[in-house]
């Protein structure tokens, strides 16, 4: 890309294009995060920040509840996750297919919508607390660490799952059949043939989890009730007194990116010295069960299915709930979705077209991205790969505050406008369109661009109308992964909008935390039907049921 006595081409002008772009808003970002981090109002360099961090309790019980809850939460997802996913794959499950969207629909919401849902039903006032409560039966409290552990649980479990699933998916049923020969069966065969073949999935689907949850500011604002967590934390200190509690927010993120970048190391150590290399040639064929093992087999499944899918069901229900003001009201009718439309619209669009023009450059820039980091492998396209894969580990809340801190001042404002968003949009979001790119390039032969090289045509020309074409099946699939999670996004958007700014996310979590839950459900299910349809587009363009995350 940059070898010396190479001609500059096309493709050293997009890695070029690549580190600008980064090195503007992902590297600069972090580095002046790291410099405010060591500093006070009085002193240049100092480690103040994290001496009063870890000096007073309530903010180290905070570091201990994130690790606790999140932590509990990756262990409850596997327990649930991955014998959902071998139950569904190794066994014949009726309704598979119906079961299997219904799970990857329940992990499309962002979690706090999941809170706001079981605070609705099971929250002191909730329809089944005061249900349960007329017949003498008092349920434990949504609050605290039990309601964030429930609602990281039933909303992540599909990660772990769709990993798993997919990794048996890749097993050869010779190998089963091996350690049959050999004595093993049952659980036996389980335990030491399949789980240790798809352990490094595990453990990749595990991290995914770990962070998403140790990232997730809503749940734990909605259902904490002095449940501390970090993400609460950095956001409590950086809007409470902007000016004066900036240096020590930056020292707080600077703990949680530390932490989030430690566990992602440790899953990548682990994997690469317990990867294994499978073919496809014998792939597992579902088995029929009898008896007992078969009614319990399904039970489960529709039991984890339901309870995963019950809050978006409910919210779309509650959504047509009459409403006085933030009171619900007898009747049923549209009175949410006139409020949403007379009061709200302009979150509605902004979401819509900070969307579409983020996912716009997602495809374009990804694309370009994913063909540098597996066909001009060099230093720098492992400088870029590094650089793409990042994000995975900043939480939301501190990205945004990367973004702000930086950005808010000349010679480049960028704060308070819709362009600050879209660029968080982009950076985070851009790592499904690159992995999903990348993976179907690397099935490509480069014999093809050669090919098309020893024709005449330049490497610009052989990328659009050679690769590209080939390329188009992947980057739609990681393109609809993008689309669905820029609109989810709430952590980030959070930190960076302001009032002609707003996003649907945002006016959502506005309402739940004033009391207007008939807004937020309306606004919820119009959030929900765009998911759902973004994904039935997925399945129909790529002809699977599968997400490949």
Do not use: C
């Not at 150590?269 to 014998?282: A, G």
């Not at 930086?406 to 985070?428: C, D, E, F, H, K």
């Not at 002609?500 to 807004?519: K, L, N």
């Amino acid at each position: 890309m940059f070898k010396k006595g190479v001609r500059f081409d096309f493709w050293s002008f997009v890695g070029l294009l690549s580190l600008i772009f980064f090195g503007l808003f992902l590297v600069i970002p972090v580095i002046r995060m790291m410099v405010f981090s060591v500093q006070t109002g009085k002193a240049i360099f100092s480690f103040d920040n994290f001496a009063r961090f870890f000096s007073r309790k309530y903010y180290t019980r905070a570091l201990g509840n994130s690790i606790k809850v999140v932590s509990a939460a990756t262990l409850l997802v596997m327990v649930i996750g991955v014998p959902l996913a071998y139950i569904t794959t190794t066994f014949k499950i009726k309704g598979n297919r119906l079961i299997n969207i219904l799970v990857i629909i329940s992990m499309l919401s962002p979690p706090f919508l999941g809170a706001y849902s079981w605070i609705l039903m099971l929250g002191r006032n909730g329809e089944i607390t005061q249900f349960l409560n007329r017949l003498g039966i008092e349920l434990p409290s949504i609050y605290g660490f039990g309601g964030i552990l429930l609602v990281f649980v039933l909303k992540l479990f599909p990660y772990i799952y769709m990993y798993t699933k997919g990794a048996l998916k890749k097993v050869d049923a010779s190998l089963g059949e091996a350690a049959e020969s050999l004595g093993y069966h049952g659980i036996q065969k389980v335990l030491k043939v399949s789980l240790p073949l798809v352990l490094p999935t595990i453990l990749a689907g595990a991290t995914i989890v770990f962070l998403r949850a140790f990232a997730d500011y809503g749940t734990p604002y909605l259902l904490g009730e002095g449940y501390n967590t970090m993400p609460v934390i950095v956001y409590q200190e950086w809007v409470s007194e902007t000016g004066a509690n900036a240096y020590f927010a930056s020292a707080v993120a600077m703990i949680m990116i530390v932490i989030a970048a430690v566990v992602f190391l440790i899953q990548k150590w682990i994997t690469s010295r317990k990867n294994y290399t499978m073919s496809m040639l014998n792939p597992i064929q579902p088995k029929q069960l009898h008896g007992v093992p078969n009614i319990l087999a399904h039970a489960y499944v529709y039991l984890i299915a339901i309870l995963a899918t019950l809050p978006q069901i409910y919210i779309i229900l509650i959504s047509f709930r009459n409403t006085k003001g933030v009171m619900w009201a007898d009747g049923y009718g549209f009175s949410s979705y006139i409020n949403v439309f007379t009061k709200s619209l302009s979150s509605i669009l902004n979401t819509f077209e900070f969307g579409i023009i983020a996912i716009v450059i997602v495809v374009v820039l990804g694309t370009l991205f994913a063909y540098l980091t597996v066909r001009k492998t060099n230093f720098f396209s492992k400088i870029l790969d590094v650089f793409i894969m990042f994000p995975y580990v900043i939480p939301g809340t501190i990205f945004g505050l990367l973004l702000l801190m930086t950005y808010n001042q000349p010679p480049l404002v960028l704060s308070g406008t819709a362009i600050i968003i879209i660029i968080s949009y982009v950076i985070r979001r851009m790592p499904y369109t690159v992995r999903s790119s990348a993976a179907i390039l690397r099935q490509i032969s480069p014999s093809i661009d050669e090919a098309s090289a020893s024709l005449g045509y330049g490497s610009m020309q052989t990328f659009f109308n050679v690769t590209l074409p080939v390329m188009v099946p992947g980057v739609v699939s990681g393109a609809i992964l993008s689309w669905i999670t820029i609109l989810n996004e709430l952590s980030s958007t959070l930190m960076l909008y302001v009032g002609r700014t707003q996003t649907m996310t945002v006016t959502i979590f506005q309402e739940i935390s004033r009391g207007g839950y008939g807004p937020a459900a309306a606004l919820s299910t119009i959030l929900t039907l765009t998911m759902i349809t973004s994904l039935l587009i997925f399945f129909k363009v790529t002809k699977s049921e599968d997400i490949d995350l």
